[in-house]
């Protein structure tokens, strides 16, 4: 069967940075400490005025089409991921298609758009969506591009405005890909949940402890289900586990979670047992009470054991590195988790060829969903071409009276009219709603 996968990726952050200890706690009247130790967050991305989800989209398509010397007729599927819509029938990827083909001489009538809808799991479903397109034969030999775009913002206040971020990522799913080939085995775990929604209304309302829960439950759920097709897993058995990042500090918890689950009835928990004891059981307990409070101990324990560092260290650890720095890019989130494993892999000089990725997405709502990919012999080149350092190195650092006036800009309950901080550089700019123009 041929491999299909991620061929090509390419990350466009908004232009504004927000320091998040330096500028944002000392305003909240907060311990810096929170973002840097708790969240794990050092700074989030925003737009600034003249960037929204169909700029970066197709900014970041763009490159990605001009490094692999695509032409509009190499594409045959365009989906947008994103929860950030502000059309409820025309579908975002029309619109960036619209912008692409402003500086292309081809166009794309014959490609399928569509727009995919579930909180952060959506880039994952539409690479899905792409990937069965391609597997039954449908795509006369032209890939697919996935866009995942959003502006994470939360109302001013509100606990979720710790951890905002804006950006879009961009994936060319194809034949023989050069990055990863992805699985055929997914396991998912998925709920009707109402810790996070935006219905009608632009930001979201969310229960911020139950929706960390909730993200801990479905993905536990869906690491399960994965087993129940693939076989147990075991932590050695991946180089990285990227996981949806809403900020660093979440992980930290899904790390934790995963690592616990694959090691039992493993040796690597026989070795354990003589630090810490072996995990309770439930049948063990006849009170459910007693049961947690002794699972909660044990994971205590185990977080301080230095093979569980190592591990996490290793593998979960570096993929956190974009995030800390730009915050929850929503639907792009767990694939700039991806693009950062693989960045820490070729930093590192590791031959990743050939090796894991367990990759954990999430969307509130809510669903989790897991599942294996090889990395491919293109990987390494493909990962130097991204320009993600460039990127952030040239964010303009905000100040707390700036961040709220850009707050406002991209709140549409609030008229607005608010300079631009940087100068677009042969980019695609917002014009009004409709139309999006591009501007040298
Ligand atoms: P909060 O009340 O701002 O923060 O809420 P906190 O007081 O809970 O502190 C956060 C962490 O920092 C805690 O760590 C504190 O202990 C620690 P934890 O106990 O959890 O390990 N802390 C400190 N550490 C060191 N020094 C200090 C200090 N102070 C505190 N001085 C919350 C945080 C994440 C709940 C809030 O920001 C929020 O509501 N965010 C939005 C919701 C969210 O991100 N949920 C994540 C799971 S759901 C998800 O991932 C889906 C999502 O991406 C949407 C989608 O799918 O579409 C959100």
New binding site residues.
């Given amino acids: 069967m041929t491999a299909v996968g991620i061929d090509a990726i390419e990350i466009r952050t908004g232009r504004l940075k927000l320091d998040l200890p330096g500028t944002f706690a000392p305003e909240q009247g ?5 973002y ?4 794990g967050l050092h700074a989030s991305s925003f737009p600034d005025s003249y960037e929204d989800i169909v700029t970066m989209g197709a900014n970041a398509a763009h490159r990605l089409m001009e490094r692999k010397g695509l032409e509009p007729e190499d594409i045959g599927r365009i989906d947008v991921a994103t ?1 950030s819509a502000f059309d409820n029938s025309k579908p975002v990827s029309t619109y960036i298609a619209g912008c692409l083909e402003q500086v292309y001489d081809g166009d794309f009538h014959h490609a399928n758009k569509g727009e995919r809808k579930f ?3 959506a880039a994952t479903q539409a690479v899905d969506d792409a990937y069965n397109w391609i597997r039954a034969g449908r795509n006369r030999g032209r890939a697919a591009l996935v866009i995942a775009t959003d502006t ?1 913002l ?1 109302a001013r206040d ?6 905002q971020g804006a950006g879009a990522v961009a994936m060319l799913i194809d034949e023989d890909p050069s990055v990863v080939e992805i699985s055929t085995e997914q396991g998912y775990g998925s709920a009707d949940e109402t ?2 929604l935006k219905p009608q209304q632009q930001f ?1 309302s ?4 139950r ?2 829960q ?2 801990l439950a479905r993905m536990r759920e869906a690491l399960e289900d994965f087993e129940h097709l693939s076989g147990d897993t075991h932590p050695d058995d991946y180089a990285y586990i990227p996981f ?1 990042t ?2 660093p ?2 992980v ?2 899904a790390g934790l979670l995963g690592y616990r689950h694959m090691i039992r009835d493993t040796g690597v928990e026989d070795e354990l047992a003589e630090e810490i004891g072996r995990q309770p059981r439930r049948e063990a307990f006849d009170d459910e009470e007693a049961y947690q409070e002794a699972i909660r101990e044990y994971v205590d324990a185990l977080a301080e054991t230095e093979r569980y560092q190592e591990w996490y260290g290793n593998t979960v650890e570096p993929t956190l590195s974009i995030s800390r720095e730009v915050g ?1 890019w ?2 792009g ?1 767990v694939h700039i988790a991806r693009a950062s494993a693989l960045r820490d892999a070729d930093e590192k000089d590791i031959d990743l060829t050939g090796q894991e990725l367990l990759v954990g997405s ?5 669903q989790a969903e897991i599942h294996a990919e090889t990395v491919q012999e293109g990987w390494r080149e493909e990962i130097e071409a991204m320009n993600v350092d460039e990127q952030l190195d040239r964010r303009y650092d905000i100040s707390f009276e700036e961040y709220e006036e850009i707050h406002d800009a991209h709140n549409h309950d609030v008229d607005s009219d608010v300079e631009e901080l940087t100068t677009p550089e042969n980019e695609f700019v917002f014009d009004g709603w409709g139309r999006m123009g591009e501007r040298k």
């Fill in positions: 907060e311990d810096p400490e929170k840097t130790k708790g969240l929860e909180a952060c799991v994470a939360y509100d606990p979720g405005e710790a951890t810790d996070f979201p969310v229960d911020g402890k929706s960390m909730v993200y949806h809403p900020f500090g979440m930290r918890k929850n929503y639907t989130s999430y969307g509130s709502g809510a």
